[in-house]
């Protein structure tokens, strides 16, 4: 055809039908090689501002300036209000926004929905509903996770015009604030298995002088005069059906998340009622050390 026809194209527009006129000077294969240097000199580019992103945040790490830098530079880059929560739902960096209104009022309104959104482990989308002035702006929140969960990165006000390079922007801070996490949590965690040992040996009796004993868990918070009550916390052994069979190594796997998982609860709980004590892990259970400082706690049952 040397043309097309102009009732064809009115008809096409009327209901939305794409059409493409090929010239007719041209092969199928070279208009197919135009068409896909054209796609990888795009994808190219998304690359690069990928690969650029990814070393920018890299060096701000490296660099030893923080999370707290982090993401500022992220949000400085996206132009938009930026939190990041852990695990433990405690807030690690946000960004300048959050210093004034309206911005100032939505802390609270995202701490009653973390417990909630640190069970997703996609992206997901909510739209505020207060404060007013921000009623019906949209928050993306974007889970940070490896074999754990580690936090929650959220950006306020995205839309889907912003979302095609800041995407690739964002997906590049949560890799670096993963590793990052990840190496905070290796530190931890030996941390922990040094506290775990020296209470294991302290229950076992395996020190022999009481001066040892005030020395090395002075730094766990142990005291030669307060009294302490001791408390274990373990999680109901589930009744399975009958005829139910779990493989060994996935019933180990199982426990071992779940007792990390108790642990954090159980801390993160008892820092937010005022309670101090001192927790670790001891085979299938969290041991909990309460001082007595004259003070009446009330135990609720949830």
């Not at 040996?201 to 395996?206: F, V």
């Not at 670790?280 to 007595?292: G, N, S, Y």
Request: net charge neutral; aromatic share 8%; with cysteine.
């Amino acid at each position: 055809m040397q043309e097309i026809p102009r009732r064809v194209i009115s008809e096409a527009n009327r209901i939305g039908f794409p059409i493409i006129k090929l010239p007719l000077d041209k092969t199928l294969g070279e208009i197919s090689n135009e068409s896909i240097s054209h796609i990888l000199e795009y994808k190219t580019e998304e690359l690069r501002y990928a690969l650029e992103s990814h070393h920018h945040f890299s060096d701000i790490i490296l660099q030893g300036k923080g999370l707290t830098a982090m993401i500022n530079a992220l949000s400085t880059l996206l132009g938009k209000p930026v939190m990041l929560f852990n695990q433990k739902q405690e807030l690690l960096a946000k960004s300048t926004h959050f210093q004034n209104p309206p911005y100032k009022d939505v802390n609270l309104q995202i701490l009653n929905l973390l417990p909630a959104l640190l069970l997703n482990t996609t992206v997901s989308e909510l739209s505020l509903l207060s404060p007013v002035p921000l009623r019906g702006q949209s928050m993306t929140i974007y889970p940070i996770h490896s074999y754990q969960a580690h936090g929650l990165l959220i950006v306020l006000e995205q839309s889907e015009e912003t979302l095609s390079m800041h995407s690739l922007a964002i997906e590049q801070a949560v890799n670096v604030i993963r590793f990052e996490m990840l190496k905070t949590q290796a530190v931890k965690e030996r941390s922990r298995r040094y506290k775990k040992e020296f209470f294991t040996d302290l229950i076992e009796g395996r020190y022999s002088l009481e001066q040892e004993v005030i020395q090395r868990g002075g730094r766990y918070g142990l005291t030669e005069t307060i009294p302490t009550l001791c408390v274990i916390a373990k999680k109901d052994t589930p009744t399975y059906q009958e005829g139910m069979i779990w493989p060994l190594e996935v019933n180990e796997e199982l426990s071992l998340s779940e007792l990390d998982h108790l642990y954090n609860y159980l801390k993160v709980e008892l820092r937010k009622r005022g309670m101090p004590c001192i927790l670790f892990m001891k085979t299938d259970a969290i041991v909990l050390l309460f001082k007595f400082r004259r003070i009446i706690w009330r135990w609720r049952k949830h």
